[in-house]
C-alpha cells in the first residue's frame, strides 16, 4: 500500500529566519469544513475521528484544525488533499453508476449502484476494508458509500496500490440530528443497520480489526477524543461523555460486526 501523500500547490519559498535543515515555505490543499445550524458538531466529529483513525493506522487523509486569522470564532477542520492526480484512482465520492453492469445481488446494499465497485475495492484490499469498515460501525458512520477513493484497477509495475478514507462529519456527535440523538444511537446495538461493504469482507480480517479496537489504550483514547477545551458547540463535559459511549460501545462491535458486514442478505425466492 502507498504511504499518502499530500498535494503542495503554488511555489515553495525561503523561509525568513535561518534553517539549518534546508526547510522551505509551501502550501497544501485542503478541504476545509466549519460547524453550521445542520451540523453544529461536525469540527469535533472530524477532528476525533481522525485521531482515532492515525492512532490505528487506517488509511484515512489526515486532518487537523484550522483557523482563518480574519475570523478566529468559528471552529474548522481542514482535511488535508490527497495528491492521486496522477494515480488511477476510483473516486466513490462522485462516480455515477454503471447501468450496463449486471444487477446486484438481491438484499444487497446498493444505494449508490457502485456494488460491483465496492467488491472489487475489497477483494483487491481485503485487510483495509475490513479495518475501515469496522471502524465504520465503532463511530457510527454510515455514509462510507459516499466518502472512498481507491485504485481499482490491477496495475502494480506503473502505480502503486491507493486506497483512502475521507470524511467522517457525519459520525460520533454528529450521526444524528443532534448531540444527544447521536449518544442514543452510538449506545445502540442495532446502529447502523447497513454498509456498504456488508457481505464482502473476511471474518478473520474483521476480528482482527476488532481485536485492535478493544486494545486501544484508555490515555491514547482520552487523548484522542478529550480536549480539555470546547471545541464549537461541544464543551469538555460532552467530550468525556463520548469517551465512556465509546468505551461501552466497542464491546459491542463483535455483535454488529457480524449483524452488519458478516450476515448474508437475504435473497427472495
Known amino acids: ?34 460547524d453550521g445550524d445542520e451540523n453544529p458538531t461536525q469540527v469535533y466529529s472530524e477532528l476525533v475521528a481522525n485521531r482515532l483513525a492515525q492512532f490505528l493506522g487506517l488509511p484515512v487523509a489526515m486532518g487537523v484544525a484550522a483557523q482563518n486569522i480574519s475570523d478566529t470564532t468559528v471552529s474548522r477542520f481542514a482535511s488535508l488533499w490527497v495528491a492521486d492526480q496522477n494515480t488511477r484512482i476510483f473516486d466513490f465520492t462522485e462516480a455515477t453508476p454503471d447501468h450496463e453492469a449486471p444487477a446486484a445481488p438481491i438484499g444487497a446494499y446498493n444505494e449508490t449502484g457502485l456494488y460491483w465497485q465496492f467488491k472489487r475495492l475489497c477483494e483487491r484490499y481485503p485487510l483495509e476494508a475490513a479495518q475501515l469498515a469496522v471502524f465504520d460501525l465503532w463511530i457510527g458512520n454510515e455514509d462510507r458509500d459516499l466518502n472512498i477513493k481507491g ?6 509495475e506503473i502505480e502503486p496500490n491507493v486506497l483512502f478514507a475521507l ?3 457525519n459520525s460520533l456527535f454528529s450521526c444524528g440530528i443532534n448531540p444527544k440523538e447521536s449518544i442514543s444511537k452510538l449506545m445502540s446495538n442495532t446502529f ?7 457481505g464482502m469482507l473476511g471474518a478473520f480480517e474483521c476480528g482482527e480489526m476488532v481485536e485492535r479496537i ?23 463535559d460532552r467530550q468525556y461523555e463520548l469517551y465512556d459511549v465509546l468505551d461501552e460501545r466497542r464491546k459491542l462491535l463483535r455483535e454488529l460486526v457480524q449483524r452488519v458486514l458478516l450476515t448474508p442478505p437475504r435473497c427472495e425466492k
Open 167 to 169: 470524511d467522517q462529519g
Open 214 to 236: 478493544n486494545a486501544i489504550p484508555d490515555w491514547a483514547m482520552l487523548s484522542a477524543i478529550v480536549f480539555g477545551v470546547q471545541i464549537g458547540s461541544v464543551i469538555p
Open 1 to 34: 500500500m502507498a504511504i499518502l501523500s499530500y498535494l503542495l500547490i503554488g511555489d515553495e519559498t525561503d523561509l525568513a529566519q535561518r534553517s539549518t535543515t534546508q526547510a522551505r515555505r509551501g502550501q497544501l490543499q485542503v478541504a476545509v469544513k466549519r
Open 192 to 198: 447502523p443497520s447497513f454498509h456498504p461493504m456488508a
Open 151 to 156: 485504485q481499482l484497477e490491477e496495475n502494480k
